[in-house]
């Protein structure tokens, strides 16, 4: 599966109702494009270095990604809403990981994105070492409802670092990832210190993208088994 993530950040000017035909057209689009899924909202309060809102797609492979992209409700009505709203836009895609799924059916719920970069001149073996810890969150921390670490396949606008990581996860609430998550054990005594820059396992860049919004149906559900582990 392709995935695809915009942080769109707004102009100073744009008309709010600009904003809101834009989050309704992505929103609709799974009736117009060949999307598996599809969602937009504003970006939640506490993310970082997001933009002001989010677009996330999930297409079948990369042909249809591409078509969906040369599609007449793009052309006509998302592309020219994205130009009335916003300054600038940072867009990754990626082939979806594998996922960690609890809950299949998650409704209502938040998503989370972690967009970070890598030292490339890290050792592979560090490297998965590093992503054994990451992915290994979904099994230690509850409140993590469904999570997926990917590799980025390409990115266009970046306003940061060349990102090489992508993780996801879904919460109930924002609760979820505010509280519980932030603040266990396993979180800031196994993977805090690959992010520290003043701790000697750091690799991860400081110019990372976290973003939360709203979420009305879980998109890592779609390629993962429930109760399946996350490699």
Known sequence: MIRTTAFVHLRPDADPSDVDRLLEAVRSADR??????????RTARNSYRAGDVMLLGAFADGD?????????????????LV??????VETVAYSQGPATVREPRLADAVHRTLLLHVDPATDPPIVERFEHDLAGMSRHIE???????????SMTGSLGPPYTHVWEQEF????????PYMRH???????????????????????????????????????????EPTP
Not at 143 to 153: D, E, F, K, P, Y
Not at 194 to 211: G, N, S, T
């Open 143 to 153: 409140s993590i409802r469904n999570a997926s670490l990917s590799h980025v396949g």
């Open 185 to 227: 054990a396993y979180h800031w005594s196994v993977v805090d210190p690959w992010f520290d820059a003043q701790a000697p396992q750091a690799i991860v860049d400081r110019q990372l993208i976290h973003a939360a919004c709203a979420l009305r149906h879980s998109i890592l559900a779609l390629t993962g088994r429930p109760g």
């Open 32 to 41: 117009e494009l060949d999307v598996l899924a599809g969602d937009a909202a």
């Open 172 to 179: 109930d609430d924002l609760e979820g990832l505010t509280g």
């Open 64 to 80: 249809t990604a591409a078509r969906a992209r040369e599609h007449p409700f793009v052309a006509s009505v998302i592309r020219p």
């Open 83 to 88: 130009a009335a709203c916003a300054a600038h």
